[in-house]
């Protein structure tokens, strides 16, 4: 496919294991709530940035910076594919991965390779390793993969580095870019309320604070307790953010974006605006030719057409599972999309209802939806501990009902990654004693009363409309048999709630 990221998938030496190993031991083993993580020692990445030589390669670096909830990975995609379809060497720093870490540092459009990850890894690695002790201890893991990426980039002489933000913005690591080129803010929401506050506002003050004095600000529509901090932030500092309303797909001459699903002609709006203030602000609008009727130059058109971002409004067809009728789709189906706010999980049911309609049976059919055309619609679920499925689940089941589709079973599983870390042969406690599945059944417990809720407490038993199941694996392992054994009923998967998951769920059914 056009604008694939991946360059090649890792090989697995005994080098890039020990790498991942290393990279591991520096998650830290606490509550992403505990108070503490909310700028802890920020006065760190300023003496990580000394020992590793960086402050003056960063200030050359033209960098486009983008904070918000949701929609800041598929902006910085966006952003970053068209200044690549205009001829600019491009560096893109995302988060998280969902597969491979290398996922987070793209040049040219391109997962960097294994080679060059192990050769920076290993400069930043020892240098900080040398010089840091009791008084500076070695970075937390995402502060270390900020760092990378800045070496990375400005070693590899971008023409731009495209930075998406990881946490907040005030206190995020990719917040030491002084001078960036542009700044952006998407769309703003309740997220990481542990962290950033438990309002609109305060969540839009810890965004704001990538906001820099004297450099081009925009933002989406917001809503007004948001916009409002955000305008108040913006007028303290001398500057405009200025408002950029969705892409009209009338600009795009009938080429479909590269990422899908409604929600993202907003963000391709903020990464047009974005691309352009780049270009002019660099000298550079001489690249593009602008039209007469309104719609968009090629480059900013191909770029949005081919940018690729996994895990958002990805359709799989499971390659393992095979349907013995001649000219018949693939039985097993994933829809994998990684929204994990009450905001994100109405846009994702709203894409997943969308592109699964043909297969909803018509309103009358209340009791057994799909049965007439042999369809069913099962979703795979977790998310982090830190979240309220109380927020999430009603909005995702409230969005699929209003539209038509229900879910024939809910499958919940922990996350694969939360025993694999970063290595790629590390597997899953052997014991079952050793699996906690208390969150996986709490979770059941949310969904099991909305159900009730929705068709009365004569309703299904659990049994029969979800599980828990102890791995990710294994729920695989019993959609594939339950495919393959059925082959007259297809299965179309919705995994989402948590990035990790979707990765996860990536991993397992492409190996």
Not at 296 to 322: E, N, T, Y
């Amino acid at each position: 496919m056009a604008g694939a990221a991946h360059a090649g998938v890792a090989t697995g030496s005994a080098e890039y294991e020990e790498v991942l190993r290393c990279l591991s031991s520096l998650i830290k083993q606490k509550v992403r709530a505990d108070t503490g993580n909310r700028g802890n020692q920020w006065e760190l990445m300023s003496k990580y940035l000394q020992i590793l030589e960086l402050e003056e390669p960063i200030a050359r670096l033209k960098v486009v910076h983008v904070a918000g909830t949701k929609g800041k990975g598929s902006t910085c995609t966006f952003a970053e594919s068209i200044l690549r379809s205009c001829g600019f060497r491009t560096g893109l720093f995302t988060s998280p991965h969902l597969i491979d870490v290398r996922e987070r540092f793209r040049l040219d459009g391109l997962d960097i390779s294994e080679e060059k990850f192990i050769m920076y890894f290993w400069w930043c690695w020892n240098k900080l390793k040398a010089k840091t002790g009791d008084d500076i201890p070695m970075p937390a893991y995402f502060r270390f993969l900020a760092l990378l990426a800045f070496k990375i980039f400005s070693d590899e002489q971008v023409d731009v580095a495209v930075l998406e933000v990881g946490l907040g913005g005030k206190y995020d690591a990719t917040n030491v870019v002084k001078a960036p080129i542009v700044c952006g803010i998407s769309s703003l929401g309740y997220d990481h309320m542990e962290i950033l506050g438990n309002t609109l506002g305060e969540i839009a003050r810890e965004k704001a604070g990538i906001l820099k004095k004297g450099i081009p600000a925009y933002t989406v529509p917001q809503p007004s307790e948001a916009m409002s901090v955000l305008k108040q932030r913006a007028s303290e500092l001398g500057v405009s953010i200025r408002v950029v309303p969705p892409l009209d797909p009338r600009q795009l001459e009938d080429q479909p974006l590269g990422l899908h699903g409604e929600h993202q002609y907003v963000n391709a709006g903020l990464a047009v605006a974005l691309a352009n203030t780049w270009l002019e602000r660099q000298g550079h609008l001489d690249r593009i030719h602008v039209k007469d009727h309104g719609t968009l130059p090629d480059q900013f058109i191909k770029g949005l057409s081919i940018a690729c971002l996994h895990g958002r409004a990805q359709i799989v067809p499971d390659p393992q599972v095979k349907s013995e009728y001649k000219d018949t789709s693939c039985p097993l189906v994933f829809y994998l999309d990684g929204a994990h706010s009450p905001e994100s999980m109405e846009i994702c049911a709203k894409w997943f209802t969308h592109v699964t309609e043909k297969d909803i049976t018509q309103p009358g059919s209340l009791e057994k939806p799909h049965s007439s055309n042999n369809c069913k619609k099962i979703l795979l679920f977790n998310c982090m501990s830190v979240r309220d499925p109380q927020r999430l689940l009603p909005r995702l089941l409230d969005t699929c009902s209003q539209k038509g589709l229900h879910f024939d079973q809910a499958l919940f599983v922990p996350n694969q990654s939360q025993y694999t870390k970063l290595g790629s042969h590390a597997s899953p406690p052997s014991g079952r004693d050793q699996i906690d599945l208390s969150w996986q059944l709490s979770l059941q417990t949310v969904w099991e009363n909305l159900l009730h809720g929705e068709k009365g407490l004569n309703g299904p038993s659990s049994s029969e409309t979800s599980l828990v199941f102890e791995s990710l694996p294994s729920a695989i392992k019993w959609l594939r048999e339950t495919s393959q054994e059925n082959q007259s009923t297809s299965c179309q998967v919705l995994v989402t709630g948590s990035l990790h998951l979707v990765g996860d769920v990536l991993r397992l059914i492409k190996t």
